[in-house]
């Protein structure tokens, strides 16, 4: 259990160290799209402090499918969860997203394609990975037998 809040507590910090270099990017295609002007030190305080507790939730959670006594597609299911929440209060609180119903419908249905591609492309790299090795295993192992 210590070893996972360590790992987690690791893998947050790293992540908070891109922070400046994120709000940098969305900043300036925020101004580009005419959608920003001037920033209040205010402003720009909340949003390195809630990008910064963001990536360190996001880059911490991956800990949790290391934990083997959680069934995967519980870890999945939390994962998704606390980075929806996670994103969703982030994105409220910088009022980068309207507060409503129908914007958040839309920021959830956004969430949940999007977090599925990212898990079918996990999913089926890591199958094709693992054929490759059944198929590596299965020819040594039949170089072996006629050995």
Known sequence: MRKNV??????GLVACGFVP???VILYLIMQHQGILQVLTVNEVCLSIISLSLLAF??????VIY?????PLMLAVLIHGGVLYVSYLATYLVNDWLEWGTMPVMVFTAIFVLGYLAVWAVIYCTTRKKTAQLNEMLKKKQQANDIE
């Open 6 to 11: 360590m790992e987690f507590i690791h893998r």
């Open 21 to 23: 270099l994120i709000l």
């Open 57 to 62: 939730i996001a880059g911490g959670m991956n």
């Open 66 to 70: 290391q934990v083997e006594q959680i």
